[in-house]
């Protein structure tokens, strides 16, 4: 029998209340179904959290034959508004990966760019798989994976779509409802949500979920920033074969680093909830 708790373990719920931010939880024991829901349909700016509907979208549309995934792509930089399709570029200073840029005009695999979307969170590897795949295409899939919420709307830095408030979006439950398909590997196929997973698990940035985790349990994940809003998402896999999903969205920060170590913190009271064994 699934069980449901409402409200926040009475630790996690003391470092929540001290950060002064606002925070959405979902977490899940993929065995013994116990959930820990908090503002979990409270919607947020997705920041690049987006990027796992994109990397589903990219691997669904691969296996039905769109493409392949060690198919080649130009590395471009120069994409589309979506207000009034006036063109815009990245700007490096702004992008967490600075490899791609040195491949502009040359050609990459598709599983290239999922790969540094993904593990280094690269904002053009991220508009390039857009442009191939679509918005519109990534939130209809993510609907068919019973996430009412996620909003894929526009690729990274189209300014005119943020002066306009257009902004991709996400809920917390939602986004654990696409991890929970990739873990149970019935979001594509089994050969594709394993190598996704795969790729959530090469995640190089760390300091949020994993940081406090024990050194033996994996985290695959993707995690998300913008000014003032922290958040990761993903998939924990214990060493005795135990899975659970966890989802942290915050919003409201001063301090990004004060952040990330809020983040790990709640992340490790939730683990240590949800890992206990059922008397």
């Not at 130009?74 to 600075?98: H, Q, R, T, W």
């Not at 191939?132 to 779509?161: C, H, Y």
């Not at 993903?234 to 942290?248: E, Q």
């Not at 680093?257 to 790990?264: L, M, V, Y």
């Amino acid at each position: 029998m699934v069980s449901a708790q409402s409200a926040l373990p009475g630790s996690v719920r003391a470092i929540v209340d001290s950060s002064g931010a606002t925070f959405a939880v979902m977490a899940i024991d993929l065995g013994g179904g116990r959930t820990i829901a908090w503002n979990e349909r409270e919607m947020f700016h997705a920041a690049s959290t987006m990027k796992t509907p994109v990397m589903i979208e990219v691997f669904r549309q691969a296996a039905f034959g769109r493409f392949a995934l060690d198919d080649s792509l130009v590395v471009k930089n120069e994409f589309k508004s979506i207000v009034d399709g006036s063109p815009y570029a990245m700007d490096l200073k702004d992008d967490s990966d600075d490899s791609m840029y040195g491949l502009l005009g040359r050609k990459v695999t598709v599983r290239h760019l999922v790969e540094q979307m993904i593990t280094v969170s690269s904002n053009l590897a991220t508009n390039i798989l857009i442009d191939l795949v679509g918005a519109d295409s990534t939130t209809a899939t993510m609907r068919r994976l019973g996430a009412p919420d996620i909003l894929v709307l526009r690729g990274v830095e189209d300014g005119k779509a943020f002066e306009r408030r257009l902004n991709n979006q996400t809920t917390a439950a939602d986004l654990a409802t696409i991890f929970r398909a990739v873990a149970e590997e019935k979001a594509v196929s089994p050969g594709a949500d394993r190598e996704m997973v795969e790729v959530l698990l090469r995640q190089r940035f760390r300091d949020k979920i994993p940081a406090l985790l024990p050194t033996d349990v994996r985290v695959a994940h993707k995690t998300g920033n913008i000014t003032g809003v922290e958040h990761d998402s993903g998939i924990i896999y214990l060493p005795d074969g135990r899975a659970m999903v966890m989802v942290i969205l915050s919003r409201g920060w001063q301090d990004q680093r004060d952040a990330r170590g809020t983040i790990a913190n709640v992340a490790r009271g939730l683990f240590d909830e949800l890992s206990k064994r059922e008397p």
